[in-house]
C-alpha cells in the first residue's frame, strides 16, 4: 500500500500534528505492508503570508492535490491536520485523524475567529473521509456523539511513545546542563504544553503558589509556547507573591534533546488540562520514568489509567491540585508506586503496538485481510 500524509504545514512548523505525522512516517519506515510519504508543498507557499496560506491551501487541496491523486493513484491518503478536499476521487481512499473535538468540548478556549473554521473543517473531514481515525476511545465516543457516526466508521490509533524518549539514556550531567541554560534549580514541577486557556495553567500557578508557601525550595517549570488566553496567565503571575513567582520558569518551547532532559530532572509531571484529546506529555513522562499530577478527564484516564495521581472533581480546583502536588512531593511510597504502573503502562503505547493497530486500519479502508 502507498500512504500519502497530509499534514498541512504541521511538520515545517514542528508543532504537535506535526510530530504526530512524522512518526506516522517512521511507523510506516520499517513496515512490508505498505509505504508513507509526506507529501511536499509547492515551494510560493513559503511566499505567502500566514493570513493567505490557509486559504490557498483549501484551494490547492481541492485542485491539484486531487489531480495528483488521480495521476499517481496512491491507495490513501491520510490527512493528518484534519481539513480534507470537499470533492473526492472514488479510488483513493480517503482517511481523516480528529485529535479531539475543542470546538465542541472546550469552545471558550478558542479565539472566536476561529471557532466557526475549525468546528467547519472537521464536520468536512468526518462526513468525507471514508474513515476517520482518532487518538483515543474519548475522543471516538464524542466524535459519534456528536456526528451521529457509526462507530465502525472510527478507529482508535493511539499516540505512539516518540522514539527519543523511549531510547535516550538518562545522563545526570546533560540533566545539569539543561537546566543551568534555562535557570533552573531542583526540586522542581514540570509542565509541558502549549501556555492555553485550555491546559489550565492558571489554575495551576495557583496551587503552585499554595505548594510554595508550604515548601519554599520548590519550582514550577513550565515548557511551551504562548497561546490563546496567555494574558490571563500573565496577570496571575503578577498577582503572585514576589517570593512564588522568582521560582516559576518559562522556558519557551524547546528542543526534544533538551525536553527529554528536563523531565528526567523533574519531580514530576503536572498536566491540569480542562480538556485533552490524549495528552502526549503524559506518555513522554511514562517513558522517562517520572510520576503525573493530572486532571481526572475522560483521555488522561484512558491514557495514564492507574499511574497517575489524579485530583478533584472540578480541574479548575486548585486547592485540590495543590495537595495532589505537595502528596507526590512528600510521599515516596506513593511516586514508586505511580513509576511502577507507568513502566507498564507504557508498553500499550510503544512502535511495535501502535503501528499493528495502524496497519489494520489502512487494511481496513482499502477492504484488505491482513
Known amino acids: ?38 507529501l511536499q508543498k509547492p515551494e510560493m507557499f513559503k511566499y505567502l503570508p500566514h493570513s493567505a496560506r490557509r486559504a490557498v491551501y483549501v484551494i490547492w487541496i481541492n485542485s491539484f492535490l486531487l489531480i495528483r491523486e488521480r495521476r499517481l493513484k496512491p491507495d490513501i491518503v491520510h490527512f493528518t491536520n484534519f481539513l480534507v478536499p470537499y470533492w473526492k476521487n472514488h479510488r483513493v481512499k480517503h482517511l481523516s485523524t480528529i485529535h479531539d473535538l475543542v470546538g465542541w468540548r472546550v469552545p471558550h478556549t478558542l479565539p472566536k475567529g476561529y471557532l466557526p473554521y475549525i468546528r467547519w473543517a472537521t464536520r468536512l473531514a468526518v462526513t468525507r473521509s471514508d474513515l476517520v481515525v482518532t487518538v483515543s476511545q474519548a475522543v471516538k465516543d464524542e466524535i459519534v456523539e456528536v456526528f451521529s457516526l457509526s462507530p465502525d466508521r472510527v478507529r482508535v490509533v493511539p499516540n505512539v511513545v516518540p522514539r527519543l524518549f523511549a531510547q535516550m539514556l538518562h545522563d545526570p550531567e546533560r540533566v545539569q546542563e539543561v537546566m543551568r541554560e534555562h535557570g533552573i534549580r531542583k526540586p ?121 495521581l489524579y485530583y478533584g472533581i472540578d480541574p479548575r480546583d486548585h486547592e485540590a491540585l495543590a495537595e495532589a502536588m505537595w502528596r507526590l512531593l512528600r510521599e515516596e511510597s506513593l511516586k514508586q508506586k505511580l513509576l511502577t504502573r507507568g513502566t507498564e503502562r507504557i508498553k500499550m503505547f510503544s512502535w511495535n503496538a501502535v503501528r499493528e493497530k495502524l496497519i489494520a486500519t489502512y487494511m481496513q479502508v482499502c477492504g484488505r485481510d491482513r
Open 1 to 38: 500500500m502507498i500512504i500519502w500524509l497530509e499534514d498541512g504545514f504541521s511538520t515545517t512548523r514542528w508543532s504537535g500534528i506535526g510530530r504526530y505525522t512524522l512518526n506516522l512516517y517512521e511507523l510506516l519506515r520499517d513496515c512490508d505492508d505498505a509505504e508513507g510519504v509526506i
Open 188 to 308: 522542581y514541577a514540570l509542565f509541558v504544553g502549549t501556555l492555553e486557556a485550555r491546559k489550565n495553567v492558571v489554575t495551576l500557578l495557583k496551587a503552585f503558589s499554595i505548594v510554595h508557601a508550604r515548601e519554599s525550595d520548590i519550582r514550577l517549570v513550565l515548557v511551551g509556547r504562548p497561546g490563546f488566553g496567555f494574558e490571563e496567565i500573565q496577570k496571575t503571575m503578577q498577582s503572585l507573591p514576589h517570593a512564588t513567582s522568582k521560582d516559576v520558569v518559562f522556558t519557551g518551547s524547546v528542543p526534544d534533546e533538551q525536553l527529554v532532559h528536563l523531565y528526567d530532572g523533574a519531580e514530576f509531571l503536572v498536566l491540569p488540562s480542562l480538556y485533552e484529546g490524549f495528552g502526549i506529555p503524559l506518555v513522554e513522562a511514562m517513558a522517562r520514568g517520572i510520576p503525573l499530577v493530572v486532571s481526572d478527564i475522560p483521555s488522561s484516564r484512558e491514557v495514564a489509567g492507574e499511574a497517575a
